[in-house]
């Protein structure tokens, strides 16, 4: 019936193709990668008729920025909370850090010292701060970048994981300083907090 709302769940890369390609869809919205975005307007553009409508949320990196007059306690606060909660996999989720040189010092002071006291484990555990991240594909991409990011890195800081986690993929939240956002090429999709320091005079060019 036209006013029911259907919900059908499934592989995306096997319900999309037939979803987006049927004449009858008027418009997608859809929130994922760049890459499939693209698959899905190229599929959309390819109907007779009137076009459907696309709205796509993809990549991006969302930043927050801080400067001298900032308290470092509420900025840390606010950091692990959007950088870490749902394990990093919201698009709102807190991407890169950039903080004013003249506070990074107490910032990443206090930074590592709240990681330390996140839980992660099991989602359903009230005790639990960070739960898994969605699949197998998802933490390997993440310890990939991870690795590669903190490599050279001036500063980094990483969650220890507890023993015996059963089922699930754990990523050990990370934040790592970096020399700029140009060192991000997309966004990774994860409890990944990326720091960047600049200077007081710089504030409009960052």
Known sequence: PGNVLHLLTGRGSRIGPVLTGDPRVAGVAFTGSTETARLINRSLAAHDGPLPVLIAETGGQNAMLVDSSALP?????????????????????????FVQEDIAPRVLELLAGAMDLLTVGEPALLATDVGPVIDAQSLGTLEQHAAAIVAGARWHHRVKLPAGLARGHYFAPLAVEIDGIARLEREVFGPILHIVRFQGSRLAAV
């Not at 306690?73 to 989720?93: K, L, M, Y």
């Open 73 to 97: 306690e509420q900025v840390v606060n606010d950091a692990i909370t959007s950088a870490f909660n749902a394990a990093g996999q919201r698009c709102s989720a807190l991407r890169v850090l």
